[in-house]
């Protein structure tokens, strides 16, 4: 992504969990460690203002991307540079202060992370104090401020999260992660608990704050249509690994990976096109135990032997995609126009993955 200074830059970041068997059951048992690598050589950038997506099916390390970059998980390899500082090189707490600030995290659920005891306006007012950001009669106005922003009343500051729905919660939590004055939001699947209806309402919201306040997301969804309707780039990943990446309407209309090709068949063809709609077809082996060379080689129907034993490197097509995938490397993958984009909207079932 090269058309801007990036805000966020992720190099090579990975994330391994260790998830073997307490020492002695492993000592009797003849198990070996087990190491499952969540996340594995991740790299993308952000432009200040813009939003990239983390697409992929359930278990692919999104979710811990997220949690990485914001400080939530220490990275096992790889780092994050924010506006030119890398956040390894934040050791105290004061230095981390400013990253702390900057950054928020909004979370699929918005109620658990609201606290249930405390009145909307204390959950707002929060960041502010504990940043010490203003005090007085000030935190007060500008929490008015931050509910009219997200389209709810100075009044509702009053109430309590249970006395909301799940989209008026997940507009406190925006609040809330506004409050601070940040200016990246990582935002792990904030509409997929909601109804689509007020799904849309949220995302468009979110837009506006962006434009509005020259906001930079990190945005994950397993969600096609919630993708194409927020992003500007989008990283498809799989087992760990951004298998492709691209501008999105690049990524949407010439896509090149085999598994990006999957995901985007299970698109409802509203247009008519005549394109079948495919499920999502064999399963993500277990991540503890990844096949050999590319990953994806049990499910591609493309899959040579050179796919069995190497691993693709990422690089880039004349579309201006990256993607690794030795046979579009080898050119045994002829480039598809695709016509077909999915739609938000009440009616649409948001092609899913
Ligand atoms: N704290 C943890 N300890 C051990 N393994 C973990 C931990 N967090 C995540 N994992 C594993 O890492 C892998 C990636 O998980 P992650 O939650 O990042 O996926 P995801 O893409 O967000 O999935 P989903 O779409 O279901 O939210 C999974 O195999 C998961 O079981
Ligand atoms: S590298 Fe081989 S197995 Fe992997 S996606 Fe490409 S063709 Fe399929
Ligand atoms: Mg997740």
């Known amino acids: ?136 009669q000030d935190v007060d106005d500008r929490v008015d401020d931050l509910l009219t922003h997200v389209k709810l009343t100075p009044q509702d500051g009053a109430k309590f999260p249970h006395e909301f729905s799940g989209g008026q919660r997940q507009r406190i939590s925006i609040a809330r992660a506004l409050a601070s004055s940040s200016e990246f939001l990582v935002c792990d699947e904030p509409t997929s608990a909601l109804d689509v209806s007020v799904q849309a309402q949220i995302l468009n919201l979110m837009k ?8 930079t997301y990190l945005f994950i969804s397993h969600n096609l249509a919630v993708v194409y309707h927020v992003s500007d780039w989008v990283g498809v990943m799989y087992l760990g690994r951004l298998v ?27 247009d ?18 990844p096949p050999s060379g590319c990953p994806f080689h049990p499910r591609c129907a493309f899959a040579n032997e050179r796919c069995q034993s190497e691993l693709p490197k990422a690089l880039p097509t004349a579309e201006g995609t990256m993607v690794a995938c030795h046979a579009v490397e080898e050119d045994r993958l002829p480039l598809e126009d695709r016509k077909t984009v999915p739609v938000l909207a009440g009616g649409n079932d948001g092609a899913g993955v």
């Not at 993308?44 to 939530?72: D, H, M, N, Q």
């Not at 994050?80 to 202060?97: E, H, I, N, P, Y």
């Not at 501008?247 to 299970?266: A, I, N």
């Open 208 to 215: 506006d704050l962006q434009r509005e306040l020259d906001l």
């Open 1 to 136: 992504m090269a058309e801007a200074t990036a805000l966020v830059e992720v190099s090579n970041l990975a994330k391994y969990f260790d998830v073997s068997k307490p020492w002695l059951n492993r000592v009797l048992e003849r198990d070996k460690r087990q190491i499952l690598k969540a996340v594995d050589g991740v790299s993308f950038s952000i432009p200040k203002g813009r939003t990239f997506s983390l697409v992929g099916e359930s278990g692919c390390g999104k979710s811990t991307v997220a949690r990485t970059v914001v400080g939530l998980y220490q990275p096992t390899k790889g780092k994050t540079v924010f506006d030119g500082v890398d956040t390894a090189d934040l050791k105290s707490r004061r230095a981390q202060r400013p990253f702390r600030r900057r950054v928020q995290m909004i979370f699929q659920d918005p109620y658990a992370s609201l606290n249930p005891r405390w009145r909307v306006r204390d959950i707002i007012a929060e960041p502010i104090r504990a940043h010490g950001l203003l005090s007085g």
């Open 272 to 289: 008519m096109t005549g394109r079948e709609r495919v499920p999502v077809a064999g399963e993500v082996p277990n991540p503890i135990n």
């Open 244 to 270: 492709e990446w691209a501008e999105k309407r690049t990524l949407f209309r010439f896509p090149r990976h085999p598994y990006t090709r999957m995901l985007l068949d299970t698109i409802p063809d509203l």
